[in-house]
């Protein structure tokens, strides 16, 4: 009997996530089958089944894998012993990046968590709130005052998101802004406002 080695079993597995992402991302995942997966992935169904026994095992794996890196990402970020401001550039940067790299991921996160089963969907929602907190720290120490009083702290906080996470509807990293730059505009923007903001090139 030959034995798989988990090395090459990750990377089996890696290859049917990234080929699902692509599909799901571009025909939805509703529409899409285990059938249509085995067949991007070049593979049999059976083969296939092996690794996911259901299309929404192989949505929560795609997405979890996904939001879990960048949560360690992020969270590394917010915690490094930098300026606040200078740690929310950073923090911008590896969203803005992370969401240009993995668009595919990032896609399915934005409109497909209603698929999933309610204790998986709220494992996911559980590492977004962490990603909103992490972000409201940041806020806070770069100008406290704004942040108060409580009840405005999340609003700002998701005002930053939704200006980030719906830039993969247009964005494409091929095109004349790089994704560091969007990042840079998008964090200046957000932090001294449209009328006084200034970009070098």
């Known amino acids: 009997m030959t034995r798989v080695r988990a090395d090459d079993y990750d990377v089996k597995k890696q290859s049917i996530l990234d080929s699902a992402a692509a599909l799901f991302a571009r025909k939805g995942f509703g529409s899409a089958t285990m059938i249509d997966v085995a067949k991007a992935c070049g593979a049999s169904k059976s083969h296939l089944y092996h690794y996911f026994p259901a299309k929404e095992d192989l949505l929560f794996a795609i997405v979890q894998v996904h939001i879990t890196e960048q949560a360690a990402e992020l969270t590394e970020i917010a915690l490094l012993p930098l300026p606040a401001e200078e740690r929310f550039s950073l923090y911008v940067a590896a969203f803005v990046e992370r969401a240009a790299r993995s668009r595919n991921e990032h896609l399915l996160l934005m409109h497909d968590l209603k698929f999933l089963p309610d204790a998986k969907r709220k494992q996911v929602r559980k590492l977004e709130t962490r990603l909103v907190d992490l972000m409201v720290g ?24 939704g ?4 830039s993969a509807t247009w964005y494409q990293k091929s095109g004349p802004i790089s994704p560091r730059e969007l990042a840079e505009r998008i964090s200046q923007l957000f932090v001294h406002g449209f009328k006084g903001a200034q970009f070098k090139p």
């Open 138 to 161: 940041l806020l806070k120490e770069i100008n406290p005052d704004l942040m108060l009083p409580v009840k405005v702290q999340a609003p700002y906080a998701l005002l930053l998101f």
């Open 163 to 166: 200006m980030i996470i719906w």
